[in-house]
């Protein structure tokens, strides 16, 4: 199974401030039509994961445009600007180009 | 407006099973696989199988294969995840969602809890 890492596991974040969030396969996640299926969730405590970002780089409709994501290959990165108490939770990035889908082990993101 | 609404927690005792249901609503049920993924306390999610309403196939991970069943019904748009001879270790939140190659829906989860 494709192994996903991310980094850090734990995040402490000033009001305002960005955070950034990585996630390495241990495969390239480039599926042979081109696509890659990488994608991010945020988890509030006590609720279900929603996904932000879907094919590496697509945001979900209602996200806003200062969550991002990016990379290729095997290297991703999550970004959150101007960070908000709404932004607190657990990030999992998954990859789905290759089966069983696989999660990595979460980020943690708290307010500074 | 689509969505998955889980059935309610559960309660069992080691070595029991559980069946638990997902209904599909606002979009055409075959339209998309369901997969279910779990999470224990305090930890990160694990993928546990999936379904295709369309013809019932149905992929498990290495570790549940011989312990859980994936069904579906397309006359109440509902798919079911049973576990059977459960541990403690299979208390979790359990959780469908929409998808085949990302999980864009997904449903409210469904406590199990497995007593010793």
């Known amino acids: 199974d494709v192994v996903m890492t991310q980094s850090p596991l734990s995040l402490s974040v000033s009001l305002g401030q960005s955070a950034s969030i990585s996630c390495n396969s241990s495969?390239?996640?480039?599926?042979?039509?081109?696509?890659?299926?990488l994608n991010w969730f945020h988890q509030r405590p006590g609720h279900a994961p929603r996904r932000l970002i879907y094919l590496s780089s697509t945001r979900d409709p209602g996200v806003p445009d200062r969550v991002s994501g990016s990379g290729s290959g095997s290297e991703f990165t999550l970004q959150i600007g101007r960070v908000g108490p709404e932004d607190v939770g657990s990030y999992f990035c998954?990859?789905?180009?290759?089966?069983?889908?696989?999660f990595g082990q979460g980020t943690i993101v708290e307010i500074k | 407006q689509v969505q998955l609404v889980q059935s309610g927690a559960e309660v069992k005792k080691a070595g029991a099973s559980v069946k638990i249901s997902c209904e599909a609503v606002?979009?055409?049920?075959?339209?998309?696989?369901v997969h279910w993924v779990r999470q224990a306390p305090g930890q990160g999610l694990e993928w546990v199988g999936a379904i295709s309403p369309r013809n019932n196939s149905t992929t498990y991970a290495r570790r549940f294969q011989g312990r859980v069943e994936m069904t579906s019904d397309p006359s109440t748009s509902t798919v079911f995840l049973e576990v059977i001879y459960l541990i403690s270790a299979d208390t979790a939140v359990y959780y469908c969602a929409r998808g085949e190659t990302g999980m864009d829906v997904w449903g409210q989860g469904t406590t199990v809890s497995v007593s010793s």
């Open positions: 998954m990859q789905a180009t290759f089966w069983p889908p696989t």
């Open positions: 606002g979009y055409p049920f075959t339209s998309h696989h």
């Open positions: 495969d390239s996640l480039v599926y042979p039509d081109g696509n890659t299926f």
